[in-house]
């Protein structure tokens, strides 16, 4: 799967693990590093462009 093909939520999570230093596919408690990323993400995401439109992306994943 390509980077771009991925869904906005994981890429923003995934860009974070790495700007923290963190390979994302590392396994951390279970899950891919990455994974552990997506509150901040959620987080964001809902300041940026409310819950109704990410509760929308989070269904289209």
């Known amino acids: 799967m ?3 093909s991925k869904p906005p939520r994981e890429r923003a999570a995934r860009a974070l693990c790495k700007l923290h230093g963190h390979p994302p596919d590392t396994r951390f408690e279970g899950k891919a ?4 990323y997506l509150d901040e ?3 964001v995401l809902a ?3 409310g819950m109704s439109a990410l509760n929308e992306l989070k269904q289209s994943e």
């Open 33 to 36: 590093m990455w994974e552990s």
């Open 2 to 4: 390509t980077e771009l």
């Open 47 to 49: 300041a940026a462009i």
């Open 41 to 43: 993400v959620d987080a």
